[in-house]
């Protein structure tokens, strides 16, 4: 399980303040660039002189001045053509390490422990991790626009595709289980001090991040397919009981804390009524299959017995599900109803 724990440590690599300006990529710079060297090569020429060739006349310090300035700006040319090629031969990697720069400032919010050694840049980018980010940010923007907060409504999201475009692949896959790491820290399952960090990362690989955007619904009926459980990370939904309009509860969960868990019991003898969660806003959540369930309820029996198996329940969906399942059923079988098929 160790190669688990490795797979889930995220980025957070140390880098100075001077890293997010990159050098030599705007006109100002240029021109200062040209100026400079343009300077340097009057100088050197002035104080070298040409020997033996000395103006006498007015019309000879006119054509050695003209000479002195014709050879000023050939080793300006050269000299600024120089550096811009020795600038342009490192442009690439500054832009790397600035842009990781700032993604691992995003990142570095959610695990500060974890760091690993960075590898070569130039890797696909994680389009995954850069829609987590975008929905992080666009939440954010929303939430201090809605609340009166926000003194730059017009935040630079759309620079996020520029800050993820060298964003190494594998930085996605590790972003992706920290998070879903440091949400299971938040569940009484997870919370033991007998489950190792090596255990916990185990369980995380195998958990999903789902994603649904506004006015999406999902139902739950018996003829679903039993798979796992989702828990409600992000987000405003709507739960609605037995298709009942008259009975619906707003669920509401944002910065990434866990308000709310949902879990699904299922027995043989019980069939569970129609239930539909309609996402009002962008809503996000975890999805734990029931293989990972039922490994860790084998490697660590003591869990179920020390919380209780209705700590995992949010109150409201406590009673609910008390009334449908036997007392004595089988800990290990969790389901947890979707519309998605599942063949295994």
């Not at 060297?37 to 009057?42: G, I, R, T």
């Not at 832009?95 to 590898?119: H, Q």
């Not at 879903?180 to 399952?189: A, E, G, M, P």
């Amino acid at each position: 399980m160790q190669s688990y724990h490795n797979s889930v440590e995220i980025l957070v690599y140390p880098y100075s303040n001077s890293t997010w300006t990159v050098a030599g990529n705007d006109i100002g710079n240029i021109m200062g660039r040209y100026i400079l060297s343009f300077y340097w090569s009057v100088m050197t020429t002035t104080s070298i002189g040409y020997g033996d060739v000395t103006a006498t006349t007015f019309p000879e310090y006119w054509v050695v001045s003209f000479v002195m300035l014709l050879s000023g700006c050939f080793w300006a040319f050269f000299l600024a053509r120089a550096i811009d090629v020795a600038n342009k031969a490192t442009e690439e990697k500054q832009n790397y390490w600035s842009r990781l720069g700032m993604a691992n400032n995003i990142v570095s919010k959610f695990n500060n422990k974890d760091s690993f050694e960075c590898t070569k840049y130039g890797h696909k980018v994680g389009y995954n991790f850069k829609s987590i980010v975008e929905k992080e940010l666009v939440l954010y923007v929303y939430k201090q626009h809605y609340l009166g907060l926000c003194h730059d409504p017009e935040l630079p999201i759309k620079n996020l595709s520029e800050i993820m475009h060298h964003l190494p692949r594998f930085l996605r896959d590790r972003v992706c289980l920290a998070l879903i790491q440091r949400d299971l820290h938040k569940l009484s399952w997870f919370q033991h001090s007998s489950i190792a960090l090596d255990t916990l990362a185990g369980i995380a690989s195998l958990c999903e991040i789902h994603q649904f955007d506004a006015k999406e619904r999902i139902h739950f009926t018996k003829d679903s397919v039993k798979r796992g459980i989702y828990i409600m990370r992000r987000g405003i939904i709507a739960y609605k009981e037995k298709n009942d309009v008259k009975r619906i509860d707003r669920v509401y969960c944002s910065d990434g804390v866990l308000f709310k868990e949902f879990a699904v019991f299922k027995t043989g003898e019980v069939i569970i009524p129609t239930v539909t969660l309609s996402m009002l806003t962008w809503t996000e959540m975890i999805f734990i299959p029931r293989k990972a369930l039922k490994a860790l309820f084998r490697v660590h029996p003591e869990i179920w017995q020390d919380h209780g198996r209705w700590s995992m329940l949010h109150g409201g969906l406590k009673y609910w599900a008390r009334q449908r399942i036997v007392a004595k059923s089988n800990p290990f079988v969790l389901y947890f109803e979707s519309d998605d098929e599942d063949s295994n």
